[in-house]
């Protein structure tokens, strides 16, 4: 109860029940002991409580169901007036078993009519109207909010009302009263509207509006909250979602028309209000691309924004804002003159005529000079010339380059096109009267092409002094697939063992076009190279026959054939370990690895198996027969008689031959040996040795590589010692045989250790160069690849 | 009273008294194999069956079979769930232990399968073929391609192994490979001749091979040295097995003199000279953990055991 003294001095609240004054006479009252403390119902009967914890009053007789007779179950009865089925044959309730304080108020299932808040309008609280109000302004016709006071509840909240009693009034703000003058506090719509909601103070407001004296203080101001509508679901700001009513056009779904929420779509239907847009059929909406009904494709169906949407500063709009930004009709810019800060008026567009060309005018684009550096193919020769001829570039490039490298008059040239000459030629232009600058530019020019060309014609000369004055009939037939291209090589090949300097230009077919004849040409040098008739690096490759003839074996990994004799001897001496086992790299498949349940050790690999052994199927193997053998060992011979007969006629010679003949000179010079085969062995190795030496004085390669080496040299001397008595005994048997075994040891002795061959294998496979022909790997030993790299690099 | 001291440790036991015979009346026993622990045994037959006894009871539980040609050796998992089998017919089956239904059907080796083997956890089979390649057949998807083909080995494929992540195979290009699934890493040791059965030891430090030199060698795992070498036994030309005893005190051998040779591991002597019978003992296996051995020759296993029981005769 509230008491509410609005005396002269004091103005104050209480709230609650006020106790009695105490008398100070009175003895001190008994507390009721709590067996005395009863509860009775509401018919007064007494109710027994149960307690904090089991909670309620009892219930029946002695907290059982039923009376004091105890239970009884019902009897089915059934009369004329009172038929059975309305009390037993319908199934029971959960209220057949509730009592009557359970309906009540406060009752578990309260059967009174009771107002809930989901159907209280919200009216009484003027406040939140009028936010509302203000915040659907832009969308709805004013007054709209109006409807709702209409619909009134009886009753208002506990708060408003305990206001109310201190003496607020509807409209007015909370707090100490002010001195001010008054306003009007009411809204307007709600006095247009026939004063719906007479404000509790209104009169008297008014009354005073006139004169506001002096003495008289106002109720503050009332503040318009503004409305959060809270945001449901997870969409992002502004989002609306698919309104399954604008689907069908026009007469679809009949929404509820729900009048409390202020942008409702429906509702400004009801008043009157178009739709913003025209709506066309179909399924529309954000997150959502064209639906099926719709039918034009035109229309933008993924929300664009921009920023020029947004104010970019924090201030209030100007209200006499005469811009109207980028959309402003044509006619009101001009007419006001004011235009946006950073934007001018439209201006129809100033089209100027195209310039006049001048009569000497070609369309031909002239390259400037400096592009001639891109043209790595051309030899130095050229270069030359093109330097301090007439300063046109020959179109024919006798070295090398693609498509690429192949500047727009060459590409003319294979089209057909007669090359312009003169002027205005696409060829490269060098005016006589050259300044110092350009002079110095065309000659470091020049080098450059020059180190590039050189490589090519490096191979050339290699693949010449290779080939030159061999009378091999045995041919390696790489283009076997395209017999015109294995005829050209043949007849290169021909020509090379002519000793034919020209001898690429001259077999190669005229009729290709010249970047089919470049790559051609890279591949007969390079094929050339590869298949060079037995240098002696090469015969020194080939194992004995007699492990072949031991096992049938086709298939035979390269790595480990050389050791399989060091192997066996090792395994006949029971020494198993080192030189018995081998280990390589080994890839697992990854789901293998996940069955078993252990990591991959190579989780980046992407290959399954043994990456080191490859089985080729052009592998030497499949070329050689073993009687070439025999053949080789002849043409090894030949070749370093031929090779020191014309070196003076070639000086562009490999450095290796040029030491197997300087070997051979000065073996010759010291001795008059009776046997050549042991001549011919001893300068193997002693060329070995010496390349070994330049091989140090050059690079310094891993550390692997010279453990191979060193390694096997150490073998050597040791293998080289057994040969000797070896030989003693195979000198008798004949001189093929002992081509056999002088074959063999060479490949023996220069294969070390497994581990370390291997690993040098590994370790000079970078510097090979790119021949990436995998006949190359399949022919070489390890040691010896990198050593033939090195003479290729010397020369 | 005074405490006796506890007796000493007795001296391993070798299986040296027979204890049974069974026929197995399924042509010639191709292989004998005990299961994960050691309380059933596997029969692979020429007669194109397999079948699973109990030791004990020495009873016929299932005959398998659905393979086309000669069984030649057969692996249970761990769990006893699931039987492999391979065989001449160049399959390997994959067999449910309850119903003797084919579970799976592996093909794709090009010549017989000599030997096949569950890895632990029974997600892989691994089989060794005549055709020189190891294949890791899935168990657990529907694939029936090898998950990995091990085509490293130069002529047939006669023994392999699996301890956890390592693979042990034996072929008769007289190398043995050890694949190390978790280094990534093949290890071949050279043994010269062609190998036929190749084991780890129970410490996973050592394996075994024999090969046809009539010689078994035990070799270090980690170098590839040779620890012992053990001679005295036949072994010239078929593929018979080897083992080591479950305590890794003894190494045995099949021989083809009808006997099992049984050497102390570590001084090499002969221990045990076991006489089967006048023809080859072909296959072996030694159980798990007690000391108990089975041996086959032509249609009958025998079970050998440490102490002497009442023999019962030709079940």
């Known amino acids: 109860i509230m008491a509410a003294d609005s005396d002269g001095e004091e103005d104050f609240v209480s709230y609650g029940t006020a106790l009695e004054p105490l008398e100070e006479d009175e003895p001190l009252k008994k507390p009721i002991p709590l067996h005395e403390q009863t509860v009775t119902d509401e018919k007064g009967r007494y109710k027994r409580f149960h307690g904090a914890f089991t909670g309620g009053f009892s219930a029946g007789y002695f907290n059982t169901v039923g009376s004091k007779e105890g239970w009884t179950p019902s009897t089915f009865k059934s009369s004329r007036q009172q038929k059975a089925e309305k009390q037993h044959a319908r199934p029971a309730r959960p209220e057949d078993f509730m009592d009557e304080e359970d309906f009540g108020e406060h009752g578990i299932a309260p059967t009174e009519i009771h107002r809930s808040d989901e159907f209280a309008s919200g009216c009484r609280n003027e406040t939140a109207e009028m936010a509302r109000a203000v915040n659907a302004q832009a969308s709805l016709i004013p007054g709209d909010t109006l409807l709702e006071g209409f619909i009134r509840a009886a009753s208002s909240s506990i708060g408003v009302e305990l206001l109310r009693r201190m003496g607020w009034k509807e409209g007015q703000g909370v707090g100490p009263r002010v001195k001010r003058k008054a306003r009007k506090q009411t809204s307007d719509s709600s006095r247009a509207y026939g004063c719906v909601l007479p404000p509790g103070g209104s009169e008297e407001s008014e009354d005073d509006e006139e004169f506001a004296p002096e003495n008289v203080t106002f109720a503050p101001k009332d503040v318009t909250p503004v409305d959060f509508t809270p945001r449901l679901g997870v969409q992002g700001l502004g989002y609306r979602g698919l309104d399954p009513g604008m689907a069908l056009l026009g007469q679809a779904v009949p929404e509820h028309v729900d009048l409390f929420r202020p942008q409702s779509e429906s509702r400004s239907k009801l008043f009157g209000e178009s739709s913003r847009g025209k709506r066309r059929g179909g399924v529309a909406g954000q997150a959502f691309g064209i639906g099926a009904l719709e039918d034009d494709d035109d229309e933008e169906v993924y929300h664009k924004d921009s920023m020029s949407r947004y104010d970019t500063v924090l201030a209030e709009e100007d209200p006499g804002d005469s811009l109207f930004g980028w959309t402003a009709p044509q006619q009101y810019g001009k007419t006001k003159g004011e235009v946006l800060e950073g934007s001018f008026l439209h201006t129809p567009l100033q089209i100027f005529p195209p310039p006049i060309l001048p009569s000497n005018y070609r369309p031909m684009h002239r390259r400037p000079g400096v592009e001639v550096s891109r043209m790595s193919g051309i030899s130095s020769a050229l270069a030359e010339a093109l330097r301090t001829s007439r300063g046109h570039m020959v179109t024919e490039d006798p070295q090398k380059g693609g498509r690429h490298q192949l500047d727009a008059g060459q590409r003319g040239a294979l089209l057909g096109e007669s090359t312009q000459q003169g002027k205005d030629s696409t060829t490269v232009t060098f005016p006589l009267d050259l300044d110092f600058k350009t002079n110095n530019l065309t000659v470091a020019m020049a080098s450059g092409m020059a180190a590039a060309a050189s490589s090519g014609l490096r191979q050339q000369q290699e693949a010449l002094a290779a080939w030159k004055g061999k009378t091999s009939t045995q041919t390696f037939r790489p283009f076997e697939n395209i017999p015109s291209k294995q005829a050209r090589y043949e007849q290169y090949v021909s020509r090379l063992k002519q000793g034919d300097q020209d001898a690429l230009e001259q077999s190669l077919d005229s009729g290709m076009t010249e970047w089919e004849r470049s790559r051609e040409r890279e591949e007969f040098v390079r094929a050339s190279i590869l298949y060079r008739p037995s240098s002696s690096s090469l015969s020194s490759r080939f194992t004995s026959a007699k492990q072949q003839e031991d096992d049938n074996q086709v298939e035979v990994s390269r790595d480990e054939e050389g050791d399989v004799d060091d192997k066996e001897a090792a395994a006949k001496m029971k020494m198993f370990g080192k030189l018995t086992r081998e280990s390589f790299e080994w890839h697992p498949d990854k789901l293998l690895c996940k069955r078993f349940n252990v990591p991959h050790p190579y989780p980046e690999s992407v290959m399954v198996g043994l990456p080191k052994v490859k089985r080729d199927k052009f592998s030497v193997f499949n070329f050689l027969t073993v009687s070439d053998s025999q053949q080789l060992i002849g043409e090894l011979r030949l070749q370093t008689v031929d090779v020191s007969s014309d070196r003076n006629s070639h000086p562009a010679l490999s450095i290796h031959t040029f030491i197997v003949v300087l070997l051979v000179q000065k073996k010759s010079a010291n001795q008059e040996s009776s046997d050549e085969e042991e001549e011919e062995e001893e300068e193997e190795e002693e060329e070995e040795e010496e390349e070994e030496e330049e091989e140090e004085e050059e690079i310094r390669p891993p550390m692997d590589l010279f453990k191979a080496i060193f390694s096997g040299s150490s073998d050597q001397d040791s293998s080289s010692s057994e040969e000797e008595g070896d030989k003693a005994e195979e000198e008798k048997k004949g001189k093929t045989d002992a081509n056999h075994l002088n074959l063999f040891s060479i490949g023996t002795t220069s294969a070390s250790t497994p581990t370390a061959s291997a690993s040098t294998a590994s370790a000079s496979t970078p510097t090979l160069t790119p021949a990436s022909s995998s006949t190359l790997t399949g022919l070489l030993h390890p040691p010896l690849r990198s050593f033939s790299f090195i003479i290729c690099r010397r020369v | ?315």
């Open chain 2, 1 to 315: 009273m005074m405490a006796f001291p506890q007796p000493k440790p007795e001296a391993p036991q070798l299986p040296q008294h027979l204890h049974r015979t069974i026929d197995c009346k399924q042509g010639a026993v191709r292989a004998v194999r005990f299961n994960a622990d050691g309380n059933y045994l596997l029969t692979c037959g020429s007669d194109k069956s397999l079948k699973l006894w109990s030791v004990k009871g020495e009873a016929l539980l299932k005959s398998y079979s659905g393979h086309g040609y000669e069984v030649l050796d057969a692996d249970s998992s761990y769990d006893n769930s699931q039987i492999c089998s391979c065989s001449s017919d160049k399959t390997v089956i994959l067999w449910d232990v309850g119903t003797g239904q084919v579970t799976r059907k592996l093909r794709g080796h090009a010549g017989k399968v000599n030997c096949v083997q569950f890895n632990e956890e029974a997600t892989v089979i691994l089989s060794g073929s005549i055709d020189g390649t190891v294949r890791c057949w899935d168990t657990r998807s529907r694939r029936f391609e090898p998950i990995q083909v091990l085509d490293e080995a130069r002529d047939g494929v006669s023994s392999l192994k699996v301890v956890q992540h390592e693979l042990l195979t034996g072929s008769v290009d007289g190398r043995v490979r050890r694949y190390d699934l978790r280094m990534g890493q093949l290890h071949v040791d050279y043994i010269g001749s062609p190998i036929t059965c190749v084991c780890f030891s129970q410490d996973g430090q050592c394996t075994l091979s024999s090969s046809l030199d009539s010689t078994v060698r035990l070799l270090d795992k980690s170098t590839g040295e040779m620890l012992g070498e053990y001679t005295g036994h036949k072994m010239k030309g078929y593929k018979l097995d080897c083992c080591l005893s479950s305590k890794d005190t003894h190494v045995l051998s099949c021989s083809e003199d009808g006997h099992v040779y049984c050497w102390d591991l570590v001084e090499g002597s002969l221990s045990l000279k076991l006489a089967v019978g006048k023809a080859v003992v072909q296959s072996l296996s030694f159980h798990p953990t007690e000391t108990c051995l089975l041996t086959a020759m032509e249609g009958k296993v025998q079970v050998w055991g440490p102490n002497p029981e009442e023999t019962q005769e030709d079940v």
